[in-house]
């Protein structure tokens, strides 16, 4: 005979394998809310302790997830270690960043109205809060008149950083707005924080691979790079951190900590305040770009590698284009003790910023209204990464490997030794689709078998069929 508790548990371990079975079909998928408890008890007649245990189960098992006072999530399944992309060697003495060509085709062709955007690291245009920009825009130029128009000079406007220091609290930052400058986007903030530490001829850290943007502004100001690798699971490898801090002269280090572009991964913690210690130690000054941090898929946003110091290591740079919209061009810098240089580089490199973006920000923010769109968009999201990377999965050649991140919108594939993604994204192009070719990541045009999708836009039929038309071209190779 089993006891009442033992029928309890049986009675919820199916209640959980059915909902399992809902997720793994599909009918719920990752971002999707889950039936409340109170629902599931009353529709499924089962209690409302069994509902809760099943969840329970659910959440062990790894498919949901609790949120407060909001119920049940799917989370984003975790990947077996052998769909995910493998490290790759890179090379251990600084180079000087190559590879310039092929980056302004690509990047001409994907702003190119009618490409089926695979290479744009941006939201569909449906994603845009555009409603609300456009009513908040007209009142706040209606009620500042001219001075909307007038130059917001460094270190922009105070109520923006009234409302950027109360959120810089949900990164771990505790900063007063006056230890705020607001810039022209992140990759502004990034500029100033690297001129402020460096001059032509220094050596600098970056991360492999990394954002391209960031190789061409670090080949631009004359400067030397080591390249640090990435984990897809766990960022940046800070063991190669500290050899490279042990043996070259770097001057700065430049990090993104939290959903990086391409690789989607977050450093946990633990590694964070590893690096942070490390930089410390060597004398190093840490950029961080954050911009995607705001974009995770679970409840809880992960820390800013700022949270992790106390002092002057770390510079914190991020903007609203990936979570709000990019044309805002609203960004900001945490300098610490360099902010007087940054103000006066700011001055010198592009001025000010435009005046009724950062009242509009500022005016969203404090409605509340970032967070709720906020709210929104991380679903959709963690839903069109998670289709779109099955849709991948399902008609390129089986060797491909695709990460699964858990936060911002970006996949990053790799292709078996041999592979070519630059002839691969060329190739698409003239099939009037953009992706991008790993090369464009590497300062030494390595991770020619990798290439970066873009999943800011849904998959329906078109970028469906644009999927089938890449996993051709790739087998083709
Ligand atoms: C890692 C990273 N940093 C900076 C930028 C540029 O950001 P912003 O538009 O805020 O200047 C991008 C844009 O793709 C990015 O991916």
């Given at each position: 005979m089993k006891s009442r508790i033992q029928q309890?548990?049986?009675?919820?371990?199916?209640?959980?394998?059915?909902?399992?079975?809902?997720?793994?079909?599909?009918?719920f998928r990752p971002g999707d809310r889950l039936p409340s408890v109170r629902?599931?008890?009353?529709?499924?007649?089962?209690?409302v302790t069994?509902?809760?245990?099943?969840?329970?189960?659910?959440?062990?098992?790894?498919?949901?997830?609790?949120?407060?006072?909001?119920?049940?999530?799917?989370?984003?399944?975790?990947?077996?270690?052998?769909?995910?992309?493998?490290?790759?060697?890179?090379?251990?003495?600084?180079?000087?960043?190559?590879?310039?060509?092929?980056?302004?085709?690509?990047?001409?062709?994907?702003?190119?109205?009618?490409?089926?955007?695979?290479?744009?690291?941006?939201?569909?245009?449906?994603?845009?809060?555009?409603?609300?920009?456009?009513?908040?825009?007209?009142?706040?130029?209606?009620?500042?008149?001219?001075?909307?128009h007038q130059y917001s000079m460094p270190p922009g406007l105070q109520g923006l950083r009234v409302e950027l220091a109360k959120r810089l609290l949900g990164s771990g930052i505790t900063v007063s707005p006056e230890e705020i400058i607001a810039t022209s986007g992140a990759i502004d903030a990034v500029l100033l924080a690297v001129k402020s530490?460096?001059?032509?001829?220094?050596?600098?850290?970056?991360?492999?691979?990394?954002?391209?943007g960031i190789l061409s502004m670090v080949r631009e100001l004359g400067l030397k790079v080591v390249e640090i690798p990435v984990f897809a699971d766990r960022g940046v490898c800070t063991r190669a951190l500290e050899e490279a801090f042990t043996t070259h002269p770097v001057k700065a280090c430049i990090l993104q900590p939290n959903y990086h572009n391409p690789v989607g991964s977050v450093m946990p913690d633990v590694e964070k305040k590893r690096a942070v210690a490390l930089a410390k130690r060597h004398g190093v000054t840490l950029i961080e770009d954050d911009l995607y941090g705001d974009l995770h898929f679970s409840e809880k946003r992960p820390l800013s590698l700022k949270a992790f110091?106390?002092?002057?290591?770390?510079?914190?740079c991020g903007s609203y284009s990936k979570s709000l919209a990019p044309g805002l061009?609203?960004?900001?810098?945490?300098?610490?003790?360099?902010?007087?240089?940054?103000?006066?580089?700011?001055?010198?490199?592009?001025?000010?910023?435009?005046?009724?973006?950062?009242m509009v920000v500022a005016e969203f923010l404090?409605?509340?209204?970032?967070?709720?769109?906020l709210r929104k968009v991380r679903r959709i999201y963690a839903r069109q990464t998670h289709e779109i990377r099955e849709a991948i999965l399902g008609s390129f050649p089986a060797g491909i490997r695709v990460t699964?991140?858990?936060?911002?919108?970006?996949?990053?594939?790799?292709?078996?030794?041999?592979?070519?993604?630059?002839?691969?994204a060329l190739a698409a192009l003239k099939r009037k689709i953009s992706v991008v070719p790993g090369t464009l990541f590497s300062a030494s045009c390595g991770l020619r078998n990798f290439f970066r999708i873009s999943c800011g836009f849904p998959l329906d039929d078109r970028s469906r069929r644009a999927i089938g038309i890449l996993a051709k071209l790739a087998e083709g190779q």
């Open positions: 309890e548990a049986l009675v919820y371990h199916r209640v959980a394998d059915r909902i399992e079975g809902l997720i793994t079909a599909g009918t629902s599931l008890s009353r529709d499924w007649r089962v209690s069994t509902a809760v245990g099943a969840y329970s189960l659910l959440e062990d098992r790894g498919f949901v997830e609790p949120r407060s006072r909001s119920g049940y999530y799917v989370r984003a399944r975790r990947l077996s270690p052998e769909r995910l992309p493998r490290q790759i060697e890179v090379e251990g003495d600084p180079v000087e960043v190559g590879c310039a060509e092929i980056t302004e085709k690509i990047m001409d062709a994907s702003a190119t109205p009618g490409i089926v955007p695979f290479g744009a690291a941006v939201p569909a245009d449906e994603i845009l809060p555009s409603a609300r920009l456009a009513l908040l825009y007209s009142s706040v130029v209606r009620s500042a008149g001219a001075m909307a530490v460096c001059e032509a001829g220094d050596v600098v850290a970056v991360e492999s691979p990394t954002y391209f110091d106390p002092g002057d290591t770390v510079i914190h061009r609203v960004g900001w810098i945490v300098p610490g003790k360099r902010h007087h240089r940054i103000k006066s580089l700011k001055y010198a490199t592009s001025l000010a910023n435009a005046t009724a973006s950062e404090k409605s509340g209204g970032v967070e709720r769109h699964q991140p858990e936060g911002g919108f970006l996949l990053w594939c790799q292709m078996p030794d041999g592979f070519d993604a630059e002839a691969f």
